[in-house]
């Protein structure tokens, strides 16, 4: 009993015999798990600010270029825009240019940024002046996108987009360092890093061991 009694109370013992604690997850919200169409679903963050110049050359001026992350909230597809401010102005002429590629969303998802609510009312003039212009209301349709706004400091909320501008800045840390490249330059760099990102495996097409075919982003 002595024996047992001091076994017990062994410090190396009860730290072998100790359970291992299982994190308890919570549910993923409606919008993460929904079949639909990619990027019906859309968070939308922005990254930088990254030194662009002007021209090739030395001696060059450089200014403050921004990139605009929109990911689907389903299959983590992620596109980029190169914008030149972050104003809304700027961020609504990418997000056309995002809609032209990748159509409407229906719902977007974002932090509490300025840029993202003065983007949000305009959006919402936008779409009202659209559906009281008599010379539209016969054949124009307009198809609107309900904007979400996470809870103020709750970054844990965005945690897709989130996810997608660390690999976006891993990506061009190491292949763009601290060089400044010129708009066409960064521009392709973007393409390349949405490229890469879009082909990352996400699962596999089969249980088979042998089988190495996996399913990514760009499948969708």
Known sequence: MLVNCLIRHCVIFVR????????LMGSLPDFRTVNCRPFTHSGVDYAGPFQIRFAPGRGQRSYKGYV???????????HLELVSDYT????LLAYKRFIARRRIP???????GTTFQGADR???????????DPNLVNFLSVEGTTWHFIPPAASNFGGPWEAGVKHLKHHL???VGSH??????????????EACLSSRPIGTHSEDPNYSSYITPGHF
């Open 122 to 132: 305009i959006l919402r003039e936008n779409a009202a002046q659209l559906r009281r």
């Open 88 to 91: 809304s102005q700027s961020f």
């Open 16 to 23: 072998q015999r100790a359970k291992v604690v299982q994190q």
């Open 180 to 193: 400044t490249l010129t708009f066409e330059e960064f521009f392709t760099t973007l393409s390349q890093v």
């Open 106 to 112: 229906a719902h977007i998802y974002s932090d509490n």
């Open 68 to 78: 605009a992350l929109f990911v689907c909230c389903v299959t983590r597809a992620i």
């Open 173 to 175: 840390r190491r292949g």
